[in-house]
């Protein structure tokens, strides 16, 4: 990717585009579902109306943490504002943990005191509504991601997948009722909540990871060992550093060069290799420490 103002640009629209529709497709999601649960009282249909409403929190909230680490750095945030995504995330894992241990206590309620469903033709019909919905908007977030490598659409489109087999699940329970099976409606809500805590977990992990400056990726890695060493007259580099906050990627590391080459020289070679990375990496800051070394001199040597 080239990072030009123009492509700059393109990430902002489709970044905000892809969490503005994810809001709108789970307001609808939950109010359907909340709607025909209301006839229908199914334990796992209120699971799956429960995580929408907790994907609908985490979607305002990404759709506002997005525009707030787009915002360019200031005075008194000199790195950008990316972190302020995790601090969210973290969050978010925390009320989707407590809701999912609140559904485990009413499925386990369920399965002990099993109750009547009616109307579980409505209960099918909005769960395959909810499918559908979630396919297009999960097709949709896949586009996005290949566009923009975005971060906070990857961890919104794995809400999503998480609510297709969710619906999955609401769709067997009322299917099993109809053969007396009247436990699995409690089951699946216990499993459901299960699947939430660990995708909590998950969540959690992911922005502790990042909060502590975990380096990039090894493909990312892999990519900037290929770009450093590009130019010829370039021997090596030692002490890489990496960390991504948000959008944002910070690359650091002293470039080697032969002793003899003037400072413009070296200049020049060091800003090529600047200009390469930061054209691979979308909104990326490189800091380059220019070290002369001996021409034909090993890594050991050095």
Known sequence: MNNTAGENCQYRKLVTLAT???VLVVVLMLLTKLVVWHYSPS?????????SLFDLVASVTNLLIVRWSLRPADNEHRFGHGKAENMAA??????????????????WD????PTAIEHTFWGIVVSVIAIILTLGLVNFQYYVIRQTDSLAIKADQLHYKSDLMLNFAVITALVLYQFDWQFADGLLAILIGLYLIW???????????????????????ARIDQIIRRPEEVVGYHQLKTRRSGQHRFIQFHL???QQLSLIEAHRISDQVQHALEAEFVDCQVIIHQDPVASGTSPIER
Do not use: F
């Not at 334990?43 to 995580?51: K, R, T």
């Not at 973290?90 to 499925?107: D, E, N």
């Not at 990042?210 to 990726?217: A, E, V």
């Open 90 to 107: 973290l969050l978010q894992g925390g009320i989707i943990s407590v809701s999912a241990v609140l559904l485990i206590v009413h499925g």
């Open 20 to 22: 503005s529709v994810a």
């Open 43 to 51: 334990a796992s249909l209120l699971g799956s109306a429960l995580d």
């Open 256 to 258: 080697e060069l032969d």
């Open 199 to 221: 995708g909590a977990l998950q969540l959690a992990y992911m922005s502790v990871q990042q909060l502590l400056d975990h380096q990039l990726p090894e493909t990312e890695l």
């Open 110 to 113: 369920r399965m002990l005191n």
